[in-house]
């Protein structure tokens, strides 16, 4: 990954106007799901509308109980792959919107996974989401907030601004 955005502008960017209405509301609900080790189907739904409105839907086919028992291995679990891949067995819980739910609720930084911040570190939207893909891209990022006063959820944002204001075709 070669980034097309500057380190440097890193806090620059991260400071745009970004934070919505849903974006407070989700990390509010941080405390919550990190002191249960799971969530709600309203918690889940609520996350993926702040992720993609025109997707979040999807979400309500689960059943509480499946929303219930799912997001417990990635909060639980060491292995890399079972983190991202075991939400993905929820319905409409594609690898981005998966990504929202460990980067906002594990312990651990996670990256969001979406097409913007891909781009600003040199990735092309890719036709398919691959295990090797996400973890290059996280280990990339948790190099990049590697320093003191770096977090995951600035790089975030400032990725996503960085490539919204360049212009990219993300």
Same mark, same amino acid.
């Given at each position: 990954?070669?980034?097309?955005? #500057?380190?440097? /502008?890193?806090?620059?960017?991260?400071?745009?106007?970004?934070?919505?209405? +849903?974006?407070?509301?989700?990390?509010?609900? +941080? #405390? =919550?799901?990190? /002191?249960?080790? =799971?969530?709600?189907?309203? =918690?889940? *739904?609520?996350?993926?509308?702040?992720?993609?409105?025109?997707?979040?839907?999807?979400?309500? *086919?689960?059943?509480?109980?499946?929303?219930?028992?799912? #997001?417990?291995? #990635?909060?639980?679990?060491?292995?890399?792959? @079972? +983190?991202?891949?075991?939400?993905?067995?929820?319905?409409?819980?594609?690898?981005?919107? @998966?990504?929202? !739910?460990?980067?906002?609720? *594990?312990?651990?930084?996670?990256?969001?996974?979406?097409?913007?911040?891909?781009?600003?570190?040199?990735?092309?939207?890719?036709?398919?989401?691959?295990?090797?893909?996400?973890? =290059?891209? !996280?280990?990339?990022?948790?190099?990049?907030?590697?320093?003191?006063?770096?977090?995951?959820? /600035?790089?975030?944002?400032?990725?996503?601004?960085?490539?919204? *204001?360049? /212009?990219?075709?993300?």
């Amino acid at each position: 990954m070669e980034r097309r955005s #500057p380190i440097r /502008g890193i806090p620059r960017w991260a400071a745009q106007d970004f934070a919505g209405p +849903r974006e407070v509301d989700v990390l509010e609900l +941080r #405390p =919550q799901v990190l /002191g249960a080790g =799971q969530m709600t189907r309203s =918690q889940l *739904h609520l996350m993926a509308r702040w992720k993609s409105e025109r997707s979040a839907p999807r979400v309500l *086919h689960n059943s509480e109980s499946d929303i219930w028992e799912v #997001p417990r291995t #990635p909060l639980s679990t060491d292995d890399e792959r @079972a +983190r991202i891949e075991s939400l993905t067995i929820l319905y409409g819980l594609s690898w981005p919107t @998966a990504s929202v !739910v460990l980067h906002l609720y *594990h312990r651990d930084p996670y990256p969001l996974l979406d097409v913007r911040a891909l781009w600003s570190v040199g990735v092309d939207a890719p036709s398919k989401y691959t295990f090797d893909l996400w973890s =290059q891209y !996280v280990t990339y990022c948790r190099k990049l907030v590697d320093r003191p006063g770096a977090q995951m959820r /600035g790089l975030d944002r400032a990725l996503w601004q960085y490539s919204a *204001h360049q /212009g990219s075709s993300a």
